[in-house]
Antibody, heavy 119, light 115 residues
Framework: QVQLVQSGAEVKKPGASVKVSCKAS????????INWLRQATGQGLEWVGW????????GYAQKFQGRVTMTRDTSTYTAYMELSSLRSEDTAVYYC????????????WGQGTLVTVSS | QAVLTQPSSLSASPGASASLTCTLR?????????IYWFQQKPGSPPQFLLK?????????GSGVPSRFSGSKDASANAGILLISGLQSEDEADYYC?????????FGGGTKLTVL
């Protein structure tokens, strides 16, 4: 069965960086894009960006341009999202979700990773 | 003004129908967009429900009951998620989403209470 398993919770200080992983299984990793989204406690969903694991191509929401980097390791079927220059407003649960390219069918999601930014 | 606006809450009775709206900002024509709908229950990631562009162009998520359906109200410039035969398990947050300006954009979500 399709699974996306994310790395564990992180606590970071303002100004630091965080790298979250998303390990895929149960499907051909390079056939679907991986998107990253986040959700602050009690708030709505916010899209961070996407990555095509086959080509490595990425696209980021303007809000995160210059602060986010999405990469992958095709040998381990793992996608990564690194967010730098963290501030308190970045405290949220970060999700990875797969979709067939050029669709919004985010049909499988990771369990979420809580990133807390606090001094 | 937000790109997508959803009412923050909605209540309905078991067995009734609920119509959840997702209004696009003026100047963004609902007719040209796929509207995606997600359901999220507390402590869980969202689940893809369906996408709707027209009556002939729409797709149900895998395993999603036919009680969930999509439509549009062009006069209101809105996408609609209709849930019929409401059940207690339908109590959740519902989010709409579109692809706009090279970005996946979400509405603020509607908390549906079934009581």
């Amino acid at each position: 069965q399709v699974q996306l398993v994310q790395s564990g919770a992180e606590v970071k200080k303002p100004g630091a960086s965080v790298k979250v992983s998303c390990k895929a299984s149960g499907y051909t990793f390079t056939s679907y894009d991986i998107n990253w989204l986040r959700q602050a406690t009690g708030q709505g969903l916010e899209w961070v960006g996407w990555m095509n694991p086959k080509s490595g191509n990425t696209g980021y929401a303007q809000k995160f341009q210059g602060r986010v980097t999405m990469t992958r390791d095709t040998s381990t079927y793992t996608a990564y999202m690194e967010l730098s220059s963290l501030r308190s407003e970045d405290t949220a649960v970060y999700y990875c979700a797969r979709n067939y390219p050029e669709t919004g069918n985010f049909d499988h999601w990771g369990q979420g990773t809580l990133v807390t930014v606090s001094s | 003004q937000a790109v997508l606006t959803q009412p923050s809450s909605l209540s309905a009775s078991p067995g009734a129908s609920a119509s959840l709206t997702c209004t696009l900002r003026s100047g963004i024509n609902v007719g040209t967009y796929w509207i995606y709908w997600f359901q999220q229950k507390p402590g869980s990631p969202p689940q893809f429900l369906l996408k709707y562009k027209s009556d002939s162009d729409n797709q149900q998520g895998s395993g999603v009951p036919s009680r969930f359906s999509g439509s549009k109200d062009a006069s209101a410039n809105a996408g609609i998620l209709l849930i019929s035969g409401l059940q207690s398990e339908d109590e959740a947050d519902y989010y709409c989403m579109i692809w706009h300006s090279s970005t996946w954009v979400f509405g603020g979500g509607t908390k549906l209470t079934v009581l």
